[in-house]
């Protein structure tokens, strides 16, 4: 098995900071103007993930090349109450929602009468409600389609037919009480008849709450919007990530070396881009692992709880299916024993089976047969 991507779509209102998150994180050039539906095709790009470790195993180790893990965002245009019912750009938009593994929600988070907004009050909560209703609906549509779909089946005693549609059923009242899918109390059976439609709220989502340095900053405001946004984004068993995508942006034409300094006058402390990252890997429930030697150090992306043949499977597929053993050293051991031979000597490097579970920022081996 190859080693896949992560697939992340942007989505939120009109003119929240989607586009220019996106080119922050991706160096590319895409329209970020002040204005709604700018974004007329959506865009993709690949990010690497970035990890301090790699840079540190790969220096270790002489490596010709680093490989880091990567994610693909989506930039989907804007998307207004009414999307899926064609408003604004309309639902062709969520469609490329569909293939993603999860959903980072852009929410603004700042007041400036400068910046548009489609709504006249910045409300964050009812943006995060807009947003997840017309997602919902088109959910609601897909599933209604599938059961039409299904009803000639379920009239020959099709077996499948019959649980998959009870599955729809509890979907469709969940929705109409305004829940998400992930909320409508699908078991793991009925949760897997319907994974085939790829529903939209059935996916993690991650809500990104954009700030503005210098700005009317919500979080640093008592007037009770910022916590009804957190109170809603609790309700939802969701996580949510602070940033600034215009100085993120911004910071993409500062060196490297001068970027702390920047971060300091621009009172924006934090790395933004490090922070949605590792926050889409916890929302998604991943962990990295990595391979390391003169040719090349990797990280490679698994789910926590991955047996060893697991992780090996994203390297290849003779890894799992000839799964012998497993040669495993944590990051900082390895880096502290100064060599693989100094790491052996003081039984820093464990043999491991089939069944051990590999831990974020192991170093591995694989024998295989």
Request: aromatic residues 6%; proline residues 3%; negative net charge.
């Amino acid at each position: 098995m190859a080693d896949t991507k992560l697939k992340i779509g942007i989505v939120g209102l009109p003119n929240v900071g989607k586009s220019t998150l996106f080119n922050a994180l991706t160096k590319a050039s895409v329209p970020a103007e002040n204005y709604p539906f700018c974004t007329i095709d959506p865009s993709v790009g690949v990010v690497g993930v970035p990890d301090a470790r790699l840079d540190m195993l790969a220096k270790f180790s002489a490596s010709e090349k680093i490989i880091p893990a990567v994610i693909e965002f989506v930039d989907i245009a804007g998307l207004v109450k009414g999307a899926a019912q064609g408003e604004g750009l309309g639902n062709q938009f969520l469609a490329n929602i569909r293939e993603t593994d999860a959903i980072l929600q852009v929410v603004r988070f700042f007041d400036d009468p400068s910046v548009l907004h489609v709504e006249e009050a910045i409300e964050p909560y009812k943006d995060i409600e807009v947003i997840n209703l017309e997602l919902v609906l088109a959910d609601a549509e897909q599933v209604r389609k599938r059961r039409d779909k299904l009803a000639r089946d379920i009239k020959i005693g099709s077996k499948e037919a019959m649980a998959e549609d009870v599955a729809l059923v509890k979907l469709m009242q969940g929705f109409a009480a305004g829940k998400l899918a992930f909320h409508t109390g699908l078991t793991d059976d009925e949760r897997k008849s319907v994974a085939h439609l790829n529903l939209l709220t059935m996916k993690p989502i991650l809500y990104a709450l954009n700030k503005k340095g210098g700005g009317h900053n919500l979080d640093e405001l008592a007037d009770g919007r910022a916590a009804r946004a957190y109170e809603l984004i609790r309700s939802l068993d969701a996580r949510y990530i602070f940033l600034d995508a215009v100085t993120e942006h911004e910071l993409n034409d500062v060196a490297d070396e001068d970027r702390t300094g920047f971060r300091q006058e621009l009172g924006v402390p934090d790395d933004g881009l490090a922070g949605l990252i590792r926050g889409a890997y916890d929302t998604l429930g991943l962990i990295s692992f990595f391979t390391t030697g003169a040719d090349e150090t990797r990280a490679w992306t698994i789910p926590v709880g991955s047996t060893a043949p697991t992780a090996g499977a994203a390297i290849h597929n003779d890894f799992a299916e000839k799964f012998i053993r497993a040669e495993v050293i944590t990051t900082n051991d390895l880096l502290s024993a100064g060599s693989w031979v100094a790491a052996r000597e003081t039984a820093k490097v464990r043999t491991e089976g089939k069944n051990y579970i590999v831990k974020d920022g192991d170093v591995i081996v694989f024998l295989h047969g």
